[in-house]
């Protein structure tokens, strides 16, 4: 069974200027226990996907199934079976680490005590047992970004969407990060990563999909991209995924560097 | 210590299946709200100060014009009694609920609620929970305030209760309609300049007199604002004693208000994209 699979996704927002079409049928198919990459310049339809498959927002047109679940017709299963942390760390500041994960393990059902196990559990998984219990506007960058992680986790969720998750962050935060996805990972949780980060998709990806005007427009392990641009250009050396997303959407050096690579 | 990350079924949270239960969740969601009202002191200030303040400057204003000896409708007591229930249902008109969900919208805890497998209804409500108990807090200092200042509840504290209550169901109503601003816009700025919409309906209510005793355009508008029939209840209350008439009246208005706004409420969570 796929872990996530797509067909037909579309979005169209109805806006001042007419209608805009985010995502224009985007079909996915996600194995159990991959990290799958979603790549795509800014406005490409990432984070329309991404919100789209966690519920958050509601389809045009196509269907979706995310661990067997149909979103649309069983939007609350589906958000028993999946965790999600978002572009933003979505935290509330005036709360405690420690309050937070309690509370997100409530709202999945848990009992005060199992709620407080499974908090205690994850701050020690995240390296945030020190700061457990100072409120969350006090919390660096990095740290918020692993707490984030760690409130999508508390279910111990099938399938976990990270929107860019490492966006913002300095380099020593960000390989932490990376770490934590590469842990997930191995323990069976299927992650849908979107990035911007290039290098970020080829650490950790089994496979990647880059989305352009709201299609993909590119799907394969990051090793065959690089191969099949190398064939097709007449290459004498491998290619780097800048490559491959620069011959996937068209793109200039310079272009890309103000759109793709800015934090 | 071994974490997993990945469930078997059988390992899932035991009672999972009762996370669609939508008091519960209120209640979680509110518990987290009551504790940024005790972590944010100075946003609870003004729903106290604020309309004090009111009541100290209308009854300066006021009280040599309407003598508790020589004033029928306010049944021997100081002018003070008459102001107190528009002083209450301004600290309950606020709306401070709806601001802090802008807040969350923007920094995307809101999201973060979203994704969880929990009731729309408690999505609402747990703020709403949070500000009924605010409003009964800030609702009982107020009263103890005016009975420190002569002035006494007729019914009793049986009706202190109903009262407090009765004023704090009303601010979970406002705060309410506020907060479907904030869904609706997702903007602090137009959420804030909303309640200027609202709060205009707290004055053209039987605010310094009775209704009978206003101007006719006054009175007809006093009539079909609904804030009027929460004011009289509350006021019979204070002056009166238990009549039966105007609590059914106040309790009626705050019933019907409230089911339009949670009605309106789910309809707006529910297609938020």
Not at chain 1, 54 to 78: K, N, Q
Not at chain 1, 137 to 161: C, I, N, Q, T, W
Not at chain 1, 186 to 209: I, S
Request: aromatic share 8%; charged share 20%; with cysteine.
């Amino acid at each position: 069974m796929s872990a996530i699979s797509a067909v037909g996704l579309r979005k169209t927002y109805v806006g001042g200027d007419g209608e805009v079409d985010a995502v224009r049928g985007v079909d996915l198919d996600v194995a159990e226990g991959e990290v799958f990459g979603f790549l795509g310049p800014n406005g490409a339809g990432k984070s329309t996907t991404v919100r789209m498959l966690t519920t958050l927002m509601t389809m045009t047109g196509g269907s979706a199934f995310v661990a067997g679940v149909d979103i649309a017709a069983d939007p609350h299963g589906a958000r028993r079976k999946i965790g999600v942390a978002l572009q933003e760390a979505g935290l509330d500041p005036r709360q405690t680490g420690r309050e937070i994960l309690t509370l997100q393990a409530r709202l999945f059902g848990m009992s005060s005590t199992e709620a407080s196990e499974r908090a205690q559990e994850l701050l020690v998984l995240v390296e945030l047992l020190d700061a457990a219990d100072r409120r969350v506007k006090g919390y660096s960058g990095g740290m918020k970004r692993r707490l984030d992680l760690a409130s999508a986790l508390v279910h111990r969720p099938e399938v976990l969407f990270l929107d860019e998750p490492t966006t913002g962050l300095d380099p020593a935060s960000r390989l932490t990060v990376w770490d934590e996805v590469r842990r997930i990972n191995r323990l069976g949780t299927t992650v849908f990563l979107t990035t911007q980060y290039l290098e970020e998709a080829d650490q950790l990806c089994n496979r990647l999909a880059i989305i352009d005007g709201g299609r993909i427009v590119r799907e394969r392990t990051p090793a065959s991209l690089k191969q099949d641009l190398r064939d097709r250009a007449g290459l004498s050396t491998d290619p780097t995924l800048d490559d491959v997303f620069l011959d996937a959407t068209g793109r200039t050096r310079d272009k890309v560097a103000g759109e793709v690579k800015e934090i | 210590m071994t974490i997993t990350t990945h469930a078997a079924p059988d390992s899932r949270p035991m009672s999972a299946t009762g996370s669609t239960n939508a008091a519960r969740d209120s209640l979680i969601l509110g518990g987290r709200a009551i504790r940024e009202a005790i972590r944010t002191p100075d946003s609870l200030f003004p729903t106290i100060l604020i309309p004090l303040f009111f009541l100290v400057v209308n009854v300066g204003q006021a009280a040599r014009i309407f003598p508790a000896d020589g004033t029928s409708f306010l049944q021997g007591q100081n002018y003070g009694a008459f102001q107190l229930p528009a002083s209450l249902l301004l600290s309950a008109s606020f709306g401070g609920a709806a601001l802090y969900l802008v807040e969350e919208i923007e920094g995307g805890y809101f999201d973060k609620l979203r994704a969880t497998p929990i009731s729309r209804m408690a999505l609402v409500l747990g703020r709403l929970y949070a500000e009924f108990v605010k409003t009964m807090v800030v609702g009982t200092v107020m009263v103890v305030l005016a009975l420190l200042f002569g002035i006494r509840v007729e019914s009793g504290f049986l009706g202190f209760l109903v009262l407090v209550v009765m004023v704090s169901l009303w601010a979970m109503v406002f705060s309410g309609f506020m907060q479907l601003i904030a869904v609706k816009t997702r903007s602090a700025a137009a959420t804030q300049g909303a309640s200027m919409v609202f709060f205009p309906l707290l004055f053209l209510t039987p605010n310094f007199v009775p209704r009978d005793q206003l101007t006719r355009p006054m009175e007809v508008a006093a009539t079909i604002n609904p804030v009027t029939y929460v004011m009289e209840g509350a006021r019979s209350l204070i002056l009166d004693g238990f009549d039966g008439p105007s609590l059914v009246k106040a309790f009626a208005v705050v019933a019907v208000a409230m089911a339009a706004m949670l009605a309106l409420s789910i309809k707006m969570v529910n297609s938020y994209d």
